[in-house]
């Protein structure tokens, strides 16, 4: 199960990030999707395990975007939502440690560049195409799995993987190497 | 799908899994931590649960010993007052009341018995039965004869 979760645990980062623009809230969700999979799972054959913890993260995803949607409408009135309302955050020690990995700035800095391009392509999705799009291309689920996974028909699946594979090769016609 | 777009795929591949490993020390040692609270979470959760189990398993046998105690024990010191008082009352009028007192295991069997004799109709009828009667009696009589 920690073998299984390290190799999962910075691709659902991602992709919550992707979904939220928000490292924080990318964590949290990460968290969330790491107990209740743990949880609910970790009995079940280890073959199942990778659909299984994309779908639970695919629902604490929903779950943050229907919150996030009920903060929206009505925040305004009832100040939930604002900052001052959130707890403050006690700063964690490791955010102060300099990242050990050896490459240089330059190639940071290339990486970061267009990585920047593709994460903007990807956060301007509709949240749909943006997660279809994850599920397939970088996760490698099949058109039936992902549906499963996001609760949606293979059609749906097909049809927002096709739409945003056609946004984003518009989108970053002008990126690629 | 064509070769142009398998090309792309394999090129935003390659950046969201660079972006993976480049992740910042911060967000990476986030990340174990919780990966490793919520193995801890899980891992203790049954713990809990077997001393949940133990708790229950030591306090079921007692409990069914305080009920029995409880509730067996005066039945059954009542039970041998009572049966003892019958026996007595009937060991000074005849030895046949005792017999039946004695054997009898219950005081609640033995009344109903009694009156299972008293209120028997086959009885009446037998008594009642002059022909019956006169038939016992000269079987007797043969017998005794």
Known sequence: ?177 | MSTSEEKFITEIKKQLDESVDNLDGATRSRLNRMRSQALDFHDAKPRTDRIWLLTGGALLPALTLALFVYFGIPRQHVHDQQTSQVAASHQETTSATYDLAVSTPSPELLDTENLKILMSTEELEMLSDLDFLTWLTHENDEVGG
């Not at chain 1, 999962?8 to 924080?24: L, N, P, Y």
């Not at chain 1, 280890?46 to 994309?54: G, S, T, V």
């Not at chain 1, 990995?101 to 990486?111: A, D, F, I, Q, V």
């Open chain 1, 1 to 177: 199960m920690e073998t299984f979760l390290t190799s999962v645990q910075g691709r659902a980062f991602r992709m919550a990030e992707i979904a939220t623009k928000s490292r924080d809230d990318a964590l949290d969700i990460v968290q969330d999707t790491m107990y209740d999979f743990v949880r609910r799972y970790r009995r079940h054959d280890d073959k199942e395990w990778h659909p299984l913890f994309f779908r639970v993260l695919q629902n604490k995803i929903r779950d943050w975007y229907r919150r996030t949607a009920i903060r929206r409408r009505f925040g305004g009135w009832l100040s939930l939502g604002s900052k001052s309302a959130e707890p403050e955050r006690t700063e964690d020690p490791f955010d102060q440690v300099a990242d050990s990995k050896g490459k240089s700035p330059e190639h940071n800095l290339e990486l970061q560049d267009s990585l920047n391009h593709l994460s903007n392509a990807l956060k301007n999705l509709p949240h749909k195409q943006q997660q279809v799009f994850l599920m397939r291309a970088w996760e490698g689920f099949s058109t039936k799995e992902t549906a499963t996974i996001m609760k949606c028909s293979a059609g749906t699946v097909k049809t927002h993987y096709w739409r945003a594979l056609n946004t984003l090769q518009e989108k970053l016609k002008d990126h690629r190497s």
